[in-house]
């Protein structure tokens, strides 16, 4: 599992941890004539996504924010992601 980090507005610093898989590039036929495959584009799959926060001590702490996470957000980071491997 790779990790991202990311400056947040709201969170601050959050890792995210993640499997990236490349784009595969369509083959219209093998060379011995076999038929080949479309391709398909480059993905992201987030597992979790970090954030250090502090508890009611104010000790600083790891939580996962995945489910709090807007899908416009989750979608942001997936494009973030998919960007930084392309580059």
Not at 27 to 34: E, F, L, R, V
Not at 56 to 70: F, P, T
Not at 77 to 87: G, K, L, P, R
């Amino acid at each position: 599992m790779e990790q991202f980090e990311y400056e947040h507005l709201e969170y601050g610093m959050v890792t995210i941890e993640y499997e990236y898989m490349p784009k595969e590039f369509e083959i219209h036929t093998y060379s011995n004539g076999d038929p080949g495959h479309p391709g398909s584009p480059a993905y992201a799959d987030i597992h979790r996504i970090w954030v250090a926060l502090k508890d009611k001590n104010g000790k600083e702490v790891e939580v996962d924010v995945s489910a709090v996470i807007s899908q416009g957000e989750w979608d942001y980071f997936v494009d973030q992601i998919i960007e930084y491997h392309e580059d």
